[in-house]
């Protein structure tokens, strides 16, 4: 008869030494202001918590894992974690000035990036990591220190990928601006 092995990932489980976990988390607070403007960098200071897409410009390839990358791929976006890259090469970064703005408290889900989607809707993604049926999302308020109570945040699974994020005032109208030290989190199940 073969033995048969329980796992409830209960709290302080370890299996091979390694603690399990029942779901892997991303803790942040978003920031966001202004409206949708694609700018570009080139061979200067990122800045943490800006999302960034990797764009090649020639042959040589930059070098930004140590910011923050998981690759340095064309077209790779990421949240920076750092500001100087280990080389540009012949590499880019475009970013969107409307994007929310991250202060990364905890991560253990993997590489997640944030895009600006039009005026008060703003996008979390990944590549597949928000497991359908397996991903709870939760959102807190923000105070700006004039606003206490004025402005809502959403929070909704769109697909695999991509979970939305609104915003509106308290006319319930869209709007840029209402997101301040906003927090967030992210479970994902196992």
Known sequence: MA???????????TINDQQLLPYKVYTALLTQSGGDDIQQLIG????????????????????FI????????????FVATG?????????????????????????????IWFTYDGV????????????????????????????????FAFFRQIDGEQLGIATKDNTLADGDGFLYNTPIEIRVYN
């Open 3 to 13: 033995t048969k092995y329980i796992v409830n990932n209960l709290s302080g489980q």
């Open 44 to 63: 200067t200071n990122l800045t943490i918590g800006v999302t960034y897409r990797i764009i090649y410009d020639g042959p040589i390839v930059g070098d």
């Open 66 to 77: 140590n910011v923050g990358s998981p690759n340095n791929n064309d077209d790779t976006m």
């Open 83 to 111: 500001t100087i890259p280990t080389s540009w090469g012949d590499c880019k970064l475009e970013y969107n000035t409307g994007a929310p703005v991250v202060t990364v408290l905890e991560n253990t889900i993997g590489n």
């Open 120 to 151: 008060g809707f703003y996008l979390s993604n990944s590549n597949g990591l928000f497991t359908q049926g397996k991903t709870a999302l939760f959102i807190g308020s923000s105070f700006d220190g004039d606003t206490v109570g004025t402005n």
